[in-house]
């Protein structure tokens, strides 16, 4: 447990602690927010928290520590330690440290209505610029102004960019960055510190990339943030990835598979070994397509283990394991210790060299199916890819079972999308974009009579709402398999591939924007 906070596990091993310690945190406090002083050292005050996660805990904690001048450290402490722990209070007189409890209510009861002012509409007669209520406001209520805002925004991450003059605050919706805010220079530090702290990351270390992460609750809804620092020359950048626990019950149908596409996959992962690869940028959905694979095993009768950098979900019946390239714990020395566990099926998050290649065909040799992404332009490209990375070629055609790729486009709104006419320039456009296909396969394309186009509205000012996936698979077969020991080129296989039906994500794409899935114009961005 203490691995997954990223802090130290504090035992107190039926100590009590001295009342000149315990002085630091009301009992009160310490009942309501699950946190107690273990210690002071070397003028830092030592702080046991039961769930290091609770931001309202972290938020009282900063209040008092901001009253009592004296910075703290956070460890995590057991439910039983705890409970052990608080009687210690017994014999402390409550006047020791009365009133904090009172202050650390009326500070969160203005944090809400801060929040509420900075989210109220603007009208005419009431012009309060964002920028004064951010100078007004404690750096803890702009903090949850901005993840608030994003929550409800649908926002998949959180850019806090400083410039010369100014902060800009970026939110990443479908895929497309807007500015969402942009305070004064001034509050800068005390933002990322105050992220910091939520992410228990060194406060007075701004020189190298900090890696953390928190969990929030807003009207119902609990999201994990991982954050990332990066020094830049006007200070640290912030980006905060907003995870949504809601992605692991996601499907091959959420991700926008057809039941065709869906049926490859399926007879894929029923195979008792071999390597399943999937291509693609970054930000293209490949580990949600990896996650909703996952979802279709049978975790119960399988040992099921991933590595992963870094974890993004919570995976039930899944053995995930985080790699730390910093302690040399890197995914090919976690695939050897994972081969070592006995597994049936093993998920690697990532090939970045040849080592972790080499191993994860060696593994689907012996007896497991492996999952993996590779980033390469296609699918085809993966053959040749692996080849460049030293994997011999007379090791693929009996491992790789099926190679994907997959890009995301925007999906059309459906109150914004307008059919039109589909001219003789775009059937032609059609036409050759379809002509290498066999005619036993071009004639299940239906005929094209009208595309859908996209237009702003009212209820969706862009047109489009939420992203789909375009697919395109490559299956393993005899013929694939001569092809690849004899002369493993991406046009000979893409000729070969062609020959049997295999489809490129830009005709994926074509295909769905036939249906008004997604506008015609996204088609040429692929």
């Known amino acids: ?24 945190v009301p009992l009160e406090s310490a009942l309501n927010y699950l946190f107690l002083p273990v210690a002071v050292k070397d003028g830092v005050l030592e702080v046991g928290m039961v769930n290091p996660d609770d931001t309202e805990a972290k938020d009282a904690l900063q209040f008092i520590a901001s009253k009592t001048r004296m910075p703290f450290k956070i460890y995590l402490l057991s439910k039983k330690d705890f409970d052990l722990a608080v009687k210690s209070y017994e014999g402390l007189s409550s006047g020791d440290s009365a009133g904090v409890v009172g202050d650390i209510q009326t500070d969160i009861r203005e944090a809400e209505q801060t929040v509420a002012k900075f989210n109220k ?19 803890a209520k702009i903090v949850t102004v901005i993840i608030q805002n994003a929550l409800s925004g649908g926002a998949s991450d959180i850019h806090i960019e400083p410039t010369h003059t100014t902060l800009k605050v970026r939110f990443r919706v479908d895929g497309v960055l807007y500015t969402s805010l942009t305070p004064p220079m001034t509050v800068h530090e005390a933002m990322v510190a105050r992220i910091k702290i939520l992410s ?20 119902g809804r609990k999201a994990d943030f991982r954050i990332s620092t990066f020094p830049t020359y006007w200070g640290e950048k912030i980006v905060m990835r907003i995870l949504d626990p809601e992605k692991r019950k996601v499907s091959l149908d959420t991700v926008g598979m057809t039941p065709a596409q869906q049926e490859i996959v399926k007879r894929a992962i029923k195979r008792p070994y071999g390597l399943i690869l999937i291509t693609g940028p ?51 020395n976690g695939l050897r210790s994972i081969l070592r566990q006995d597994p049936d099926i093993v998920m690697v998050g990532e090939m970045r060299d040849k080592e972790t290649a080499r191993l994860a065909i060696q593994a689907s040799l012996t007896g497991h199916l492996v999952l993996s992404t590779l980033h390469t332009n296609n699918s085809i490209g993966a053959i040749p890819r692996l080849i460049d990375m030293g994997v011999e070629p007379y090791l693929l055609p009996p491992t790789l079972v099926l190679m994907m790729a997959q890009r995301l486009i925007p999906t059309t709104c459906e109150d914004a999308k307008v059919p039109e006419p589909a001219d003789e320039s775009i059937r032609m456009m059609i036409e050759k974009q379809f002509a290498d296909l066999p005619e036993q396969y071009r004639k299940n394309i239906p005929p094209v009579d009208k595309i859908y186009r996209v237009h702003k509205t009212a209820t969706c000012p862009s047109g489009t709402k939420g992203r789909t996936g375009v697919f395109e ?54």
């Open 121 to 139: 509409p603007k009208s005419e007669e009431t012009t309060t610029s964002s920028a004064n209520i951010i100078e007004e406001a404690p750096i």
């Open 282 to 332: 970054t930000g293209s959905g490949k580990t949600t397509t990896l996650y909703a694979m996952l979802n279709m095993l049978d975790r119960e009768k399988n040992n099921v283990v991933s590595l992963e950098d870094p974890i993004e979900y919570d995976m039930p019946g899944v053995s995930q394991s985080q790699v730390r390239p910093e302690i040399n714990y890197t995914f090919a």
């Open 1 to 24: 447990m203490d691995d997954y906070y990223n802090i130290s596990l504090k035992k107190l091993d039926d100590k009590k602690i001295p009342f000149e310690v315990l002085k630091y």
């Open 200 to 219: 228990n990351l060194k406060l007075d270390e701004k020189r190298v990339p900090q890696d953390g992460r928190f969990s929030y609750s807003y009207e």
């Open 473 to 526: 698979f490559l299956e393993m077969d005899r013929e694939l398999e001569r092809i690849i020991l004899k002369n493993p080129g991406e046009n000979e296989i893409y000729r070969y591939a062609r020959s049997k039906g295999f489809m490129t994500m830009k005709e994926d794409a074509l295909l769905k924007s036939f249906q008004g899935i997604t506008p015609f114009e996204e088609v040429n961005k692929l």
